[in-house]
């Protein structure tokens, strides 16, 4: 079966929006019934809500909804590993609650869940060739790689940092429509542990800031517009910063000795704002915008 790519129409925007919605609306469940019903019981509306995802996802795929199907088989793994957790729970595998970060201490009941669900994952990848189940497959193995190797804190970021840039090469050698969900989760993973580290000091943001531009050169270079989703988001985030803290201590010659100079996010937001469209003329040299 050929890998194929959803096309971005207001029908897949639609089916996206509502499997995310239902995946949603089942977290909600799943809390609600934890907390209305015993371990066993719980077990059993598990299996109930897998069993009906499963039928769903079927018939949507013989019918010849592959998208339709393949959110629905999503949702399925989904509710598969919330079952095993809760075949764990009821067995007295619980997880250690005294950690002071998620990759704290040995989690050996997290990891073989995680290797369950990763199991059940790549096995729908191969039935359904449907193209997010491979940002699942990502980011739970950095999960488990991170917490198998790290404790938390600095290291973490280091370990994340390292899986961010192992998934760009992967990216670069896999089928192109598998690849944009590793784009997302290596743009991701290498700007969330820049931004653990820089987030505190004015250089720390401008860092942050200077990241954004490269994120998005990146973007224009291997033609894949998260990064530059992501990098205008490092700008976004760096500029809120720049125009809180100037409105409310002052900038170059313009010191505040009052009250707050609220001009300043708003000429920040303008300058954000013409950058944006700088750089998006910029990118257009390499990659024609279509005729308006």
């Known amino acids: 079966m050929d890998v194929l790519k959803p096309r971005w ?85 619980g997880g250690n609650n005294d950690q002071n970060s998620p990759f704290d201490g040995w989690n050996w009941v997290e990891w073989a869940l995680i290797l369950i669900v990763l199991a059940a994952t790549t096995f729908a990848l191969r039935r359904t060739r449907f193209p997010l189940f491979v940002l699942t497959i990502a980011m739970l193995t950095w999960i488990l790689v991170t917490d198998v190797i ?7 970021a280091v370990v ?21 969900w590793l784009h997302v989760a290596s743009g991701v993973l290498i700007g969330g542990a820049l931004l653990y580290w820089w987030h505190s000091s004015t250089a720390d943001w401008w860092l942050l800031a200077f990241a954004g531009f490269v994120f998005i050169r990146v973007g224009s270079v291997l033609r894949r517009s998260s990064w530059a989703v992501i990098g205008a988001l490092g700008l ?35 300058a954000l704002g013409f950058l944006f469209v700088l750089l998006g003329l910029w990118a257009g040299r390499r990659e024609p915008l279509p005729a308006e």
């Open 9 to 93: 129409t207001t029908s897949t925007f639609l089916l996206y929006l509502g499997a995310f919605t239902v995946l949603t609306a089942m977290a909600s469940a799943y809390a609600y019934l934890s907390n209305q019903y015993g371990r066993v019981a719980f077990v059993g509306w598990t299996i109930l809500m897998l069993a009906v995802l499963v039928v769903l996802a079927v018939g949507f795929r013989r019918r010849g909804l592959w998208i339709t199907g393949g959110l629905f088989a999503y949702l399925a793994v989904a509710a598969f590993g919330t079952f095993v957790g809760a075949l764990f729970t009821w067995w007295g595998w």
């Open 150 to 156: 790290s404790g938390g804190g600095s290291w973490s």
């Open 160 to 180: 994340t940092l390292a899986v961010g840039f192992a998934y760009l090469l992967a990216a670069m050698s896999v089928n192109r429509v598998y690849a944009f």
């Open 236 to 270: 976004f985030a760096a500029a809120t910063h720049f125009s809180f803290t100037w409105a409310n201590t002052g900038f170059l010659f313009f010191r505040n000795e009052g009250s707050p100079r609220l001009w300043a996010p708003i000429l920040v937001a303008a």
